[in-house]
């Protein structure tokens, strides 16, 4: 059992509905045999019961191959299995034309009309409804059904019934079938619409890093374009100083010198991102990233009137913790709190839905960059898993001694 939970908690949320989906077709195909098999070992007796039911059980199989082929082809993982599709078609006949046999030259018994009647229904109503996974558009679906429908009224004319009585078979047959193929392709429209939303939170996720490297190139172009071309302009008056003999020239490398100083200054502060530290805009923009991917997300506490340091660290730990969310596990749920705790700011970030990899949130260089902001203003971090499936990032900043 643990070993078993285990695989089913290391599969995405995806995954996890496909196994459903899969598993669920699988199931169409028991329920099918279940309930063909019942009325043959209720009504019937002996070697005729023993050759139905192996008929039924290669057809049940028959129905479970084509449901996971079909279902393979919908995700492409492998070509249209139109063969399968074929064989599964001629199956269905051969069970309703050995049904119809049995029917007619079989012993005088009520019980096998019943249990014949019964085979022959679910065998065109599960053979229609499995095989419509496998076909690909609305049109062919309902020539399928509807042609399944049409044999259902023909057999039931073969099998000695009166003509309303089959007209009410094929009626029976259409909407069981009808139902059954909605059902079928309505899951497989569901499952592809779960991986889709799946890629766009990836895509989100991807889109939210470019989007940072972005402000970061421009933020980094603003300070180093701006100041060496200062740099390349007071350069070059040095030199035609330096050519005149002038003593000016070594005020204007000593000026060269201070903007290169404090270019490398600016050049720090873009990179440990000081330069936009709004703690209030980074929760806001958390919160809206995190409901937009379908995660609930609360975010609690006021970070007005904290410093401005203490912002940028802290916003930061947020980015990098949303991220995370977006990036790693699967999420439900994400908690955002601020709270002031006497003389310092804690900030904790918590989520569920994370994944069980063996030291997962003890390193990284995300959690190693954070640290280093933190370290900056005196502050603290820590991050790792706080019960089973739950992931917890915590910052404690002292504000005691920050201006």
């Known amino acids: 059992m643990r070993g078993s939970g285990g695989w089913w908690g290391r599969k995405s949320t995806p995954a996890k509905v496909e196994t459903y989906t899969r598993w669920s077709f699988h199931l169409f195909a028991v329920l099918y045999l279940v309930s063909a098999a019942l009325p043959i070992l209720g009504e019937l007796t002996g070697p005729l019961a023993g050759w139905l039911l192996l008929l039924v059980c290669a057809h049940a199989v028959m129905c479970g191959v084509t449901a996971s082929r079909s279902l393979d082809w919908t995700r492409g993982q492998r070509e249209q299995p139109l063969r399968t599709l074929w064989v599964l078609g001629a199956f269905t006949l051969a069970v309703v034309v050995a049904v119809i046999a049995v029917a007619q030259w079989g012993p005088d018994d009520d019980g096998l009309e019943t249990a014949a009647g019964a085979v022959f229904s679910t065998s065109l109503i599960f053979g229609a409804g499995i095989g419509s996974l496998g076909v690909g558009g609305r049109r062919r679906v309902l020539a399928l059904v509807s042609g399944f429908a049409a044999g259902a009224v023909l057999g039931g004319i073969l099998l000695g019934r009166p003509l309303p009585q089959a007209l009410g078979l094929g009626v029976v ?29 990836d895509t989100r996720a991807r889109l939210a890093v470019a ?65 936009e530290a709004d703690l209030g805009a980074e929760l806001a923009g958390a919160h809206g990233v995190l409901t937009a991917a379908g995660i609930d997300c609360a975010v609690t506490g006021e970070p007005a009137g904290l410093p401005a340091e203490v912002q940028s660290a802290l916003g930061w730990v947020v980015r990098e913790a949303t991220t995370n969310v977006l990036r790693h596990g699967d999420a439900k749920r994400c908690t955002v709190a601020v709270l002031m705790e006497r003389e310092r700011v804690v900030l904790t970030v918590e989520n569920d839905g994370a994944p069980k990899a063996p030291g997962s949130g003890t390193g990284g260089s995300g959690l190693a960059g954070l640290r280093e902001r933190l370290a900056a203003v005196a502050g603290t971090l820590a991050a790792g898993p706080a019960s089973e499936g739950v992931f917890r990032v915590v910052a404690r900043v002292p504000l005691e001694g920050v201006s």
């Open 173 to 201: 047959v259409l909407i069981a079938a009808g139902f059954l193929a909605f059902t079928s392709t309505f899951s497989v429209w569901l499952l592809d619409a779960v991986y889709e939303l799946a890629e766009a939170r």
């Open 211 to 275: 989007e940072e490297r972005l402000r970061f190139g421009r933020d980094l172009h603003d300070v180093m374009g701006r100041n060496l071309a200062v740099i390349a302009l007071k350069s070059e008056l040095a030199v035609q100083l330096a050519r005149r003999g002038r003593e000016e020239a070594v005020d204007e490398m000593t000026e060269v010198q201070r903007i290169a100083s404090e270019t490398q200054r600016e050049v720090r502060d873009v990179v440990r991102g000081y330069r």
